[in-house]
């Protein structure tokens, strides 16, 4: 419900500033499942088993990171669509690049939340 508002509020301000402003306090509550998934999968930490959940909390604070980056950017609005498209394409192989890379190292990824 948070994010839904968060998202619908971003659709009805105009300034790139406020619009970044409030990506970025939506990203934050994903910000520790990115910095865990990160670490894990470059192999700072380890753990047996890992929840979808996370992986997918990782996901949503890469998106909204970088579309908050988006927002201020001097681009066209086109432009800014085609980039925000490839950003959803990017994050969905981070994630399954993750995923892989955690079930080869025999960490388990618990599917159900």
Wanted: proline share 1%; charged share 25%.
């Amino acid at each position: 419900m948070k994010n839904a508002f968060g998202e619908w509020l971003c659709n009805m301000l105009s300034h790139p500033i406020v619009k970044a402003g409030i990506h970025a306090g939506i990203g934050n509550e994903y910000e520790r499942d990115y910095m865990l998934v990160t670490e894990l999968y470059n192999g700072f930490w380890y753990t047996a088993e890992i929840s979808l959940k996370m992986i997918n909390g990782a996901k949503k604070w890469y998106i909204h990171n970088n579309k908050s980056l988006l927002e201020t950017s001097t681009l066209t609005d086109d432009q800014k669509k085609e980039v925000s498209d490839n950003i959803e394409f990017n994050a969905e192989a981070l994630k399954q690049r993750w995923i892989q890379a955690f079930e080869d190292r025999g960490i388990r990824v618990l599917r159900q939340d």
